[in-house]
T-cell receptor, first 113, second 114 residues
Framework: GQQLNQSPQSMFIQEGEDVSMNCTSS?????WLWYKQDPGEGPVLLIA?????ELTSNGRLTAQFGITRKDSFLNISASIPSDVGIYFC?????????????FGTGTRLTIIP | DAGVIQSPRHEVTEMGQEVTLRCKPI?????LFWYRQTMMRGLELLIY????????DSGMPEDRFSAKMPNASFSTLKIQPSEPRDSAVYFC????????????FGPGTRLTVL
């Protein structure tokens, strides 16, 4: 099925560093969502974005809905060990039904001790 | 509030056996989604329901897969007969509908078909 281009695929950082990841699409999206998945668990919603240009924060997390509606980024500031996991972007395509989400391929975050 | 509940969490079965995965969505949510996650293909939408009615089953891989939602608080995904390539993690998610499209996922069922 269709997937969003998410980068980077993996990141190895030290505790305390900032993290940045993004998703891009050739199509316009109405909604961008960011999820985190821990090993053995389901994805957990972190941030939801609904307007082009919207910038939203949730603690140390900040995400933006790109002005072109074709991209979004997620930043994590001052990373801590519990940030380890796989981060997925997901979007609701403007030309599809409202209910379906298209998911990115994921960014695996590893923190080096 | 209880989130999406899935059972079993782990299932190991032999090829040819019938497998039934279960899901209880968040109370009051109108939409229920079934996904499959593998390393090769990532998260794939299999089917979703609105008010217990299947809306889009285009992601169901084969006739061996079937899903039902007999009421607002219960759904099943059945594989009969199962094959080794069905081994994956299966997630159920629910959504309230309306203006927002926030889907909430269950913990998943890890299926291994030997």
């Amino acid at each position: 099925g269709q997937q969003l281009n998410q980068s980077p695929q993996s990141m190895f950082i030290q505790e305390g560093e900032d993290v940045s990841m993004n998703c891009t699409s050739s199509s316009i999206f109405n909604t961008w969502l960011w999820y985190k998945q821990d090993p053995g668990e389901g994805p957990v919603l972190l941030i939801a974005l609904y307007k082009a240009g919207e910038l939203t924060s949730n603690g140390r997390l900040t995400a933006q809905f790109g002005i072109t509606r074709k991209d979004s980024f997620l930043n994590i500031s001052a990373s801590i060990p519990s940030d380890v996991g796989i981060y997925f972007c997901a979007g609701q395509h403007a030309n599809f039904g409202n209910e379906k989400l298209t998911f990115g391929t994921g960014t695996r975050l590893t923190i080096i001790p | 509030d209880a989130g999406v509940i899935q059972s079993p969490r782990h299932e190991v079965t032999e090829m040819g056996q019938e497998v039934t995965l279960r899901c209880k969505p968040i109370s009051g949510h109108d939409y229920l989604f079934w996904y499959r996650q593998t390393m090769m293909r990532g998260l794939e939408l299999l089917i979703y329901f609105n008010n217990n009615v299947p809306i889009d089953d285009s992601g169901m891989p084969e006739d061996r897969f079937s899903a039902k939602m007999p009421n607002a608080s219960f759904s099943t995904l059945k594989i009969q007969p199962s094959e080794p390539r069905d081994s994956a993690v299966y997630f159920c998610a629910s959504m309230s509908g309306g203006a927002h499209n926030e889907q909430f996922f269950g913990p998943g069922t890890r299926l291994t078909v030997l």
